[in-house]
């Protein structure tokens, strides 16, 4: 497993996680996202059984990053949905 924490603001994180759980990735590295489960923060998982998380702290400013399985490519695919997150004007 892969951990990073990323700064991000408390008063945006439930409009970011809504916005990922509405907007999934549709592939982590190559293989296709199969499923999302959203308690505890929101979970990705690949058809190849990979998967990230993203889960907030509850008293700091932080995202958990944590992703396990066939790859390290966890912190490039939450960069690309953060991307998206300040495209739109959510984050």
């Not at 929101?42 to 944590?66: C, H």
């Amino acid at each position: 497993m892969i951990e990073n924490d990323i700064h991000f603001p408390l008063e945006k994180r439930a409009t970011l996680m809504e916005f990922l759980k509405k907007n999934p990735p549709a592939k982590l590295g190559r293989s296709p996202v199969v499923d999302v489960k959203s308690y505890d923060g929101i979970k990705f998982i690949a058809q190849d059984t990979s998967w990230l998380m993203l889960r907030g702290s509850g008293t700091e400013p932080i995202l958990a990053n944590l992703c396990g399985g066939e790859g390290s490519w966890g912190y490039s695919t939450f960069s690309k949905a953060r991307s998206a997150a300040h495209a739109t004007g959510i984050a």
